[in-house]
């Protein structure tokens, strides 16, 4: 049995208590390893121990912050495959897709805000010539980050990289489904001796250790990707103590596919949009809206390629879809497939339980679901499922298709596709949703702003936003 440690002061620690939880590895339904289960007195000492480190940190060279940060990239790299084997071990996801998304995107967080801060400037305001205002942007105080089970040191290192770039400490508590690459982190972070107390890691549940960070009033942001509902609860708690908040929350999100778009192409990209990671992407397309003319020959190519993608061991090279995070995941994934049913729906392919043989027989693996024929204001069509389940529906003009991608209570991300450019812009701004891609999907700049408008969230992530964010401005006024 493995065993994953805190990170508390520069040192491994248990939690407080002693308690520990076990971690499952979804392929298999077994438990590899146990965490600790921390309490509020553990993210009481962690912040005890930010505070300690804030003067030093905060006063540091840029320089110096950006060094150490590139040094843990470093590090990083030499143990990719490691980092690897543990995602697709805690998530079930494959372990090419760990390998090459991943892990290397977590790595180029860290050198990304390495280099911003060294480029980060301020607005200075001539007021005719009775004074000069400057902004002073100070970092913050001690940032809580909370991150989801999907994309686990993807996000993590998205919230821990700006806030400790622009000068803050850093309380950080992973999902508890998916600790481990956050344990290995903590390890790389003491190897290239980050000074004690600049991050610490609390393992435990959103109850007690999350909401032990939202509540603390010596946390002065708080970073949070995760399900809508607890972005919502995460608002109430915060809000009376007047945190900084970034709530990066669920998705439902459209690919408006135009009779005029490049076929082979936008076959290809969606199925990718909608089932990569097995759908658990918040950015996954789960509602694809096809312009009648090219309708049914989209939805043949489409339901074709689906069932290519083949579901097996993440292990194994050849899979494209892994294990789904949890059984209680696979059962609610489950029930809107019977939901999907009862409102009229025909499954074009998959809708059930995946059965493998050998180290994965208790694995919760689900074949890839393409669903046609439902309204596009039924539950089904309106609810985030994050899973491989996507829905087809046919569109006459472009007013009506914008009516219906805009009817949902999230707005995250959107793609369409087209050869018009004309018509690619004015959708685009059309659409109800922070992220908007044309001809592609994923497709990341990260000096661009990420996040969502309506129920997706509050706050952008990225580039100046994330610096923004995890910095206090300060207007600065001198007579003249
Ligand atoms: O998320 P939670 P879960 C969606 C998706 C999924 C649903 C639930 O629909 O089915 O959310 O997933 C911590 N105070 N997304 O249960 O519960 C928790 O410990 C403070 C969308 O994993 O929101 C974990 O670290 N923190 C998504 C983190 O919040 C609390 C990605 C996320 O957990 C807390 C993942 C509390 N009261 C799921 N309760 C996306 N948009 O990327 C829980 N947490």
Request: glycine share 8%; with cysteine.
């Amino acid at each position: 049995m493995m065993y994953l440690w805190n990170y508390v002061d520069g040192t491994l620690k248990e939690a407080s208590d002693g308690g520990w939880f076990p971690v499952h590895e979804p392929a298999t339904g077994e438990v590899y390893a146990m965490a600790p289960d921390s309490r509020a007195e553990d993210i009481d000492a962690a912040i005890e121990a930010a505070l300690s480190a804030f003067s030093a940190w905060s006063t540091s060279a840029a320089a110096e912050r950006s060094r150490l940060m590139h040094r843990i990239a470093d590090l990083m790299q030499t143990r990719l495959e490691d980092f690897a084997q543990a995602e697709s071990r805690d998530t079930g996801k494959p372990v090419w897709l760990a390998r090459m998304i991943d892990i290397p995107r977590a790595i180029d967080n860290f050198r990304f805000f390495a280099g911003a801060i060294l480029h980060s400037s301020s607005e200075a305001h001539q007021t005719d010539t009775i004074a000069l205002n400057y902004t002073l942007r100070q970092p913050i105080g001690i940032a809580g980050c909370i991150s989801p089970w999907n994309l686990p040191l993807y996000l993590f290192t998205w919230k821990i990289a700006p806030a400790l770039a622009a000068g803050n400490c850093v309380v950080a508590k992973p999902s508890e489904i998916t600790p481990a690459t956050a344990s290995l982190f903590a390890e790389i972070c003491m190897e290239a001796r980050l000074p004690a107390g600049v991050l610490n890691i609390v393992h435990g549940s959103g109850e007690n250790v999350g909401a032990a960070i939202t509540t603390h009033p010596d946390i002065a942001a708080v970073s949070f990707t995760g399900g809508t509902a607890t972005g919502a609860t995460i608002a109430r708690n915060a809000a009376p103590l007047f945190k900084k908040l970034s709530l990066e929350l669920g998705g439902k999100n459209a690919a408006l596919v135009f009779a005029d778009c490049d076929f082979e192409e936008t076959v290809e990209t969606v199925v990718g949009s909608a089932f990569s990671n097995q759908g658990e992407v918040c950015l996954c397309s789960s509602r694809i809206f096809i312009e009648r003319p090219l309708y049914e020959r989209f939805r043949d190519a489409f339901v074709e390629r689906v069932r290519e993608l083949t579901v097996g061991d993440p292990l194994d090279d050849s899979t494209r879809q892994g294990a789904l995070i949890s059984p209680q995941h696979m059962e609610k994934v489950l029930s809107y497939i019977a939901l999907a049913r009862e409102e009229g729906g025909r499954i074009l392919c998959g809708g059930e339980r995946v059965q493998l043989e050998g180290r994965c027989a208790g694995g919760a693996f689900f074949s890839p679901t393409v669903i046609e024929g439902l309204p596009y204001n039924c539950r089904t069509n309106q609810e985030e499922i994050f899973g491989p389940v996507a829905t087809l529906l046919p569109f006459d003009s472009e007013a009506e298709v914008l009516t219906m991608a805009n009817a949902t209570r999230y707005g995250l991300a959107a793609s369409v596709w087209t050869s018009n450019l004309t018509r690619a812009h004015r959708v685009a701004a059309a659409l109800q949703a922070g992220i908007v891609w044309v001809n592609c999907w994923m497709l990341r700049d990260l000096r661009t702003p990420f996040g969502g408008m309506k129920q997706s969230g509050v706050g952008r992530e990225g580039g100046w936003e994330a610096l923004h964010f995890f910095t206090e401005a300060k207007n600065v006024c001198i007579k003249l």
